[in-house]
């Protein structure tokens, strides 16, 4: 089987594909700093607070502390280390083991997790100081890491100096090290009133120490080891942790079994509720399925719509059905139909948009399990808009533009202008689903003159990074050898996950080659609303700007991005279990296990 890695691309997240149902990506950004306009400026705020807290989660107290939970995945951790986890399974273990200074719930809310706050400008929480700011965390009192130490301010300053250590081995870090090179310092000692500084405004601190690591533990392996021996797998026992479950064992890549951590009831306000947590892996989903089926666990992971129609024989009040923050799109490479058709590049991506039919690929290709949409935000999203508009085909418009532009269609019943055949490169991944969806895109394109030619390439083709693949490499999104590519994003929680994606900073074109708007769209408006964002930890100010970057997707400037449909998140849950709820973000779904009990 392949890996089935999240993969984050600088503050971005783009996912690949693998075997069914896996998913899979290119490798991790180095994390290279934003590129800001001299003219950005942070604003204060002016409006009612953003809704960034608010959940709706509540807990059901336990009936009953003496149960145990058996848990299953199909695929085997590479790494408990969050801040190395390049796939789903890997934070799904690490949500057991590690709690970070706030946490998203299923609805997308802030809420307090280390911390008591969840610092604000509205709230006095964060204070804008120069061309930078300062960031106030109040921790819990009393609150202490699986051997018994205290948890302090000292543990978020070493997470910092930990991560922009000259020895880390930056390549690994999942999320780079943007956000953390801002940093210009941490008070607060060995106490609870905690002070983060940056010298920049940085929009994204509020998910940034996901999760906090031990500064006593973490000071014990040279960074330049970190990779192996931090939270080494073959002894997981031996280190610190201060999530509600801490590693017993680990059996081969077929079990990890996890006890209560006695000192988490300082953090969750109670005793875990579980008395023993099992990860049982299988290897394949398939034999997962069969697994459930047979009793062997209590909760399956990592299954999407793709595995849906072979549940049907499951009670379904056992399956949990979700909307994903993943979303399936096909991406436009702005520099390749400018080089080949001029100035008829945006009329002829507006035709592709208007001849796609979605609502065919939704019922075709994907059974009917997922929905069209027409925005790339999910409506989860506090800062999330409804910008309207049909997801219905409209292959008769479509063909009036491209005739108005003087296109005709030969004998072949292709079009052609200038002797010049619209002819388009459509790239994908092997995976069977996308191969099927761009076989059916290309008959509905030629039924209004375009050709289409389909390939399917490896992922390391499609997404390898620039220094790994060349020019000539067929698919790569880095080097821009497409006209089309058909992938999937992760749909930003955080408004500035989009900043590398579509602003046209980040074209990868430009030394050093690690940005990542291969769609290499350059439009000033999107330019200066991402600035915005970049520059504001005013939510209300970063709100009005997601706005305007939510109507330019729905308008006809938007020629990078077709969303096609958004995915399912499919889990299997034994009725006995409590408390689980699933979440869309990458903490998984045990954000809150915790709470989780048996009865």
């Known amino acids: 089987m392949r890996r089935r890695p999240i993969g984050v691309l600088a503050i971005a997240i783009l996912v690949a594909s693998a075997c069914s149902p896996s998913t899979g990506t290119p490798p991790p950004s180095t994390g290279a700093p934003i590129t800001l306009p001299a003219s950005a400026a942070a604003a204060s705020p002016t409006l009612a607070p953003a809704p960034l807290t608010g959940s709706t989660y509540q807990v059901i107290p336990a009936a009953s502390t003496t149960g145990a939970a058996v848990l299953a995945e199909w695929q085997f951790p590479d790494t408990v280390n969050p801040y190395f986890a390049l796939s789903p399974t890997d934070l799904e273990v690490a949500g057991s083991m590690f709690d970070s200074l706030v946490q ?47 948890i302090s301010c000292d543990d978020i300053k070493a997470t910092w ?19 953390w090179q801002d940093v210009t310092g941490v008070d607060g000692g060995s106490g609870t009133d905690c002070v983060m500084h940056f010298g920049v405004v940085y929009e994204g601190y509020l998910s ?27 002894s997981l026992s031996s280190a610190i942790y201060s999530g509600p479950y801490i590693p017993v064992s680990v059996d081969g890549h077929a079990k990890i079994t996890l006890k209560p951590n006695p000192k988490w009831e300082t953090i969750g306000g109670h005793a875990p509720w579980l008395t023993s947590v099992v990860w049982k892996y299988y290897g394949a989903a398939d034999t997962m399925i069969a697994g459930f089926k047979a009793g062997e666990y209590d909760l399956g992971q990592g299954l999407n719509n793709a595995d849906i129609p072979s549940l049907a024989s499951i009670d379904q009040t056992q399956v949990i059905v979700h909307d994903s923050l993943t979303y399936e799109l096909n991406a436009f490479n702005n520099a390749s139909f400018k080089t080949k058709f001029g100035p008829d590049a945006l009329t002829i991506i507006t035709a592709i948009k208007l001849a796609t039919d979605r609502q065919a690929i939704a019922n075709g290709p994907l059974e ?26 409209d292959p008769i418009t479509a063909t009036t533009l491209l005739a108005n532009a003087g296109w005709t269609k030969g004998s072949d019943g292709y079009l052609t202008k200038g002797g010049k055949v619209l002819e388009l490169n459509y790239c994908t991944t092997t995976r069977q689903v996308r191969e099927d969806t761009l076989k059916l895109i290309a008959s509905q394109l030629k039924a209004i003159g375009i050709k289409v030619d389909v390939n399917t390439k490896p992922s390391p083709d499609v997404f390898g990074a620039w220094k790994d693949t060349t020019a000539a490499t067929l698919c790569n999104l880095q080097h821009g050898n497409f006209d089309v590519a058909e992938f999937a994003y992760v749909s930003p929680v955080d408004p500035l996950t989009g900043y590398n994606v579509y602003n046209s900073s980040g074209i990868p074109d430009n030394p050093p080659n690690t940005g990542q708007n291969i769609s290499r769209i350059s439009l000033p408006a999107l330019d200066a609303a991402y600035a915005t964002i970049a520059t504001s930890v005013d939510f209300n100010r970063v709100s009005a700007a997601m706005s305007t970057i939510q109507d330019l997707y729905g308008s006809d400037r938007n020629t990078y991005e077709l969303p096609l449909y958004f995915r399912k998140d499919v889990w299997l849950v034994n009725a006995k279990l409590h408390n689980f709820t699933g979440n869309p973000t990458l903490s998984a779904g045990e954000w809150n296990i915790g709470d989780w009990w048996v009865g």
């Open 104 to 150: 998203l719930t299923p609805d997308l809310k802030y809420v307090p997790d280390l911390a008591l706050n969840v610092p604000t400008l509205d709230n006095g929480g964060v204070v804008l100081v120069g061309k930078g700011m300062d960031v106030s965390w109040k921790l819990r009192l009393g609150m202490q890491w699986s051997d018994g130490q205290a």
């Open 208 to 234: 940034l120490v996901s999760p906090l690591l031990p500064a006593h533990y973490i000071t014990t392996i040279p960074v330049k080891d970190a990779l192996t021996k931090l939270y080494p797998m073959g």
């Open 368 to 393: 009917g399990k997922v929905s069209v949409s027409n925005n790339f935000i999910s409506p989860l999203t506090w800062f999330y808009k409804d910008i309207g508009g049909s997801t219905a085909a």
């Open 161 to 179: 100096q930990w991560i922009m250590d000259k020895d880390q081995p930056n390549a690994a870090l999942a999320g780079g090290t943007i956000g």
